[in-house]
Structures are given as structure tokens and as C-alpha cells.
């Protein structure tokens, strides 16, 4: 069946970039999300990408896609202590979402 | 986008019991979708809610255990029925289309 992975935790310094990797294997998915998850809070829609597409920027965010290799990135420009939190990837099958396991993003000052 | 309420946010129930979580949109729409988050992991699809029809639940959750209602456009409600400890998870509900897919807060169910 349709699996997403994503390596469980990273760690980096205030003001460094962050990029938060993932795989997925619905070749048909149109759709790629970065979902944002802070402590005892819901999941926040950070952006997505149509399949059709390489690069989507957004203010700090650009997400990179390769499609040969279902590989899904995420890029934290300048990475914040108020960007500690889970991300979680998901693609899209049939009409709902297919999540991966998160990655725990730890920003040190 | 879609704003996306819960309730409740948060209970602590009894193992035997049933909890039913409510979720209310601020605008009609056609799909609804129930996920669950297990302590410490990611989120599973429990059921798709379209109104007027039967819930479509995904393999391992069972209508007996898990009964969603979908009266109308904007509202659904999902049941936990006899209630045991690993039940214990956040409850979110979700709706959208397309590449808007959006998030209710969850409700955080503690079962002892």
C-alpha cells in the first residue's frame, strides 16, 4: 500500500537552514503537503506543491520535488526558535491524506 | 480556507464508555474526514463522512466501533463506543479538496 517515510528528527542552530526530507511511494498523487504541528496544537497546512512541479517557494519555505525519485523536500530559510515543531509530509490518495511519521525539527539558540 | 472547530477539546473517560466528538465547518462541504493520532505517532485515516451516505472507514476501523453521523454540509460527529485504554489518541477532523486540505484542532482522548 501507499507509504510515506520521513527521518525522525533534526536538529539545527538559529538562523541556519533547515531541509526536512521525505519519500513517498503513490506515484499518482497529485498533490504534496508539508503539514506543521507544534506542541499540544493542530496541524497547520505550511504549503504543498502540485505533482506536475520541481520547486515551490513561499517567504522561507521552498519545497523541492523529484519525481523520478519520490523524494519530497522542505527548506527552512533561516530557521527560527518559533520553527520548532513536527513536520509531517503526506501525499494525497484517492481523496485523503496519507501521512508520514513527522520530523521532530529542534532549533537551538 | 476552511475553519475547522472541536468538541471537546480534551476528556478523560472511563474504559466502557463511549465518547462522541463533534465537528463543526464554517462553510458547507462535500467531503469530511476523521483521522486519528496515536500517542507519539502519525495520523491515520479512520473514515470519509459525505453527507447523505454511509461513512467509508479504512481498513482496521469498524462502523461498531467507531459511528460517524454527517446530518449536514457543515457538521459531523464521530463516536468512540466501549471505550479501552488504547483508544487513548488525538481525534482530528479534516475536510477539503483538492490541495486545501485543513485540520480541526483535535480532541485529546485519555482513556483509564
Known amino acids: 500500500g501507499e507509504d510515506v517515510e520521513q527521518s525522525l528528527f533534526l536538529s539545527v542552530r538559529e538562523g541556519d537552514s533547515s531541509v526536512i526530507n521525505c519519500t513517498y511511494t503513490d506515484s499518482s498523487s497529485t498533490y504534496l503537503y508539508w503539514y506543521k504541528q507544534e506542541p499540544g496544537a493542530g496541524l497547520q497546512l505550511l504549503t504543498y506543491?502540485?505533482?506536475?512541479?520541481d520547486m515551490k517557494q513561499d517567504q522561507r519555505l521552498t519545497v523541492l520535488l523529484n519525481k523520478k525519485d519520490k523524494h519530497l523536500s522542505l527548506r527552512i530559510a533561516d530557521t527560527q526558535t518559533g520553527d520548532s515543531a513536527i513536520y509531517f509530509c503526506a501525499e494525497i490518495s484517492g481523496t485523503a491524506l496519507i501521512f508520514g511519521k513527522g520530523t521532530t525539527l529542534s532549533v537551538s539558540s | 480556507s476552511a475553519v475547522i472547530s472541536q468538541k471537546p477539546s480534551r476528556d478523560i473517560c472511563q474504559r466502557g464508555t463511549s465518547l462522541t466528538i463533534q465537528c463543526q465547518v464554517d462553510s458547507q462541504v462535500t467531503m469530511m474526514f476523521w483521522y486519528r493520532q496515536q500517542p507519539g505517532q502519525s495520523l491515520t485515516l479512520i473514515a470519509t463522512?459525505?453527507?447523505?451516505?454511509?461513512?467509508?472507514?479504512e481498513s482496521g476501523f469498524v462502523i461498531d466501533k467507531f459511528p460517524i453521523s454527517r446530518p449536514n454540509l457543515t457538521f459531523s460527529t464521530l463516536t468512540v463506543s466501549n471505550m479501552s485504554p488504547e483508544d487513548s489518541s488525538i481525534y482530528l477532523c479534516s475536510t477539503g479538496g483538492g490541495h486545501e486540505q485543513y485540520f480541526g484542532p483535535g480532541t485529546r482522548l485519555t482513556v483509564t
Open positions: 463522512a459525505n453527507q447523505g451516505s454511509e461513512a467509508t472507514y
Open positions: 506543491i502540485f505533482s506536475n512541479m
